[in-house]
């Protein structure tokens, strides 16, 4: 099958030519190239997603819900995806984490990978809209009940808090990826947490100490530390495009876009209430707010995030890769559905999404066969 492209990214390169996948694979790239400007990338992964279609993770009833998840984000061209669960009562995340791991195995849309825990070992002064009242010190011990719940595949804590250590040695030890955020580090506190492994920092700039010309905090450090990757959310109301260019040139290859997105996501209503776990959102204008104003999470696609960002003037090979490969790095082996996450190879697994020349979703591929509109 042909997939009908102009061009593919393929090594954080777009390789002028089409794309064949044969059963399940990609067969062959750089084929004579169709007419129009489509472009072939490797499915897209979203390694921060609360919610989507109407459905909210954190207060998941049943697997019925998840899979309604999953196939409204692989329509959009997401084909792997960490569930992610805000702060919340311990037996709301437990509970959250059981349903995610039984809906798994079934081939329901986009891939479940580990969830991603974020909180409740936050700094208060930097919750965003996580509820208060569940904030709690780090604990290895809750965390373990956590992991013994589901599948965890990223988790993010404040680096700076009592016990914060402990909480990371556990994480790593279960093969756990552990981001810094929710945070009101100094940039020592941030520079120490990376040397000890939190491999990067959670919706840049968003919910964080900043960028103070003499006294850096997380997002100045997590943009100077080598190797560590940020997270950010363009959807056009997290960040100014400034911003986005910035983080750009200071990260080449080690930033990645998130959605951050709720259950206001994926619909086709233009505004309106939702929940985040406790919390009652209003999505107006195409922002989502907690009820006292604070930006909570998003009603953003990722091919939209990339859209954005190219639309900032950021080169268009690096906004796919920062969809793509960049996230798919935050996933550790042991969460990974193959090894072709993120990458989109001859040989590799048909995993693939086509973007027309205006970056809108055309086609999305799971193991080489389509996606249903």
Request: hydrophobic share 50%; aromatic share 2%; charged share 15%.
């Amino acid at each position: 099958m042909r997939l009908g492209v102009s061009a593919a990214l393929v090594g954080g390169v777009l390789h002028r030519g089409d794309v064949s996948v044969v059963d399940g694979r990609v067969d062959a790239v750089g084929l004579p190239p169709a007419r129009g400007g489509a472009v072939a990338v490797p499915g897209l992964v979203d390694v921060q997603c609360n919610g989507y279609a109407g459905v909210d993770l954190t207060a998941v009833g049943d697997v019925d819900e998840v899979h309604a998840f999953r196939a409204a984000l692989a329509r959009d061209g997401v084909t792997a995806v960490a569930p992610t669960v805000i702060t919340a009562a311990p037996d709301t995340t437990t509970h959250a984490l059981r349903v995610l791991d039984a809906a798994r195995p079934a081939p329901h849309g986009a891939r479940l990978l580990g969830a991603h825990v974020e909180g409740p070992f936050l700094a208060p002064a930097r919750r965003g809209t996580h509820p208060p009242e569940f904030l709690r010190p780090p604990d290895p011990a809750s965390f373990q009940a956590f992991l013994t719940a589901g599948a965890v595949a990223l988790t993010t804590l404040a680096p700076e808090l009592d016990g914060a250590g402990a909480v990371l040695g556990t994480a790593l030890r279960a093969g756990v990826t552990v981001m810094a955020g929710h945070s009101d580090a100094t940039a020592a506190d941030a520079h120490a947490g990376f040397d000890a492994g939190i491999a990067g920092a959670t919706h840049l700039f968003n919910a964080m100490s900043g960028f103070d010309h003499r006294s850096p905090g997380l997002a100045a450090a997590a943009l100077a530390h080598p190797g560590v990757v940020v997270t950010v959310i363009a959807d056009g109301h997290h960040l100014d495009p400034d911003v986005l260019r910035v983080i750009a040139a200071a990260a080449p290859g080690r930033w990645a876009l998130i959605t951050d997105a709720t259950a206001a996501a994926g619909l086709d209503r233009a505004d309106g209430t939702f929940r985040l776990g406790d919390v009652e959102l209003t999505l107006a204008d195409g922002a989502v707010r907690n009820p006292d104003g604070t930006l909570a999470g998003s009603a953003a696609t990722l091919a939209g995030c990339v859209r954005v960002a190219v639309g900032a003037g950021i080169d268009l090979a690096d906004a796919l890769v920062a969809a793509t490969a960049t996230p798919a790095r935050l996933v550790g082996a042991a969460h990974r559905p193959h090894p072709d996450l993120g990458a989109l190879r001859p040989g590799g697994v048909a995993d693939v999404t086509v973007l027309d020349d205006a970056l809108a979703v055309t086609r999305v591929l799971l193991d080489g066969v389509e996606v249903a509109p």
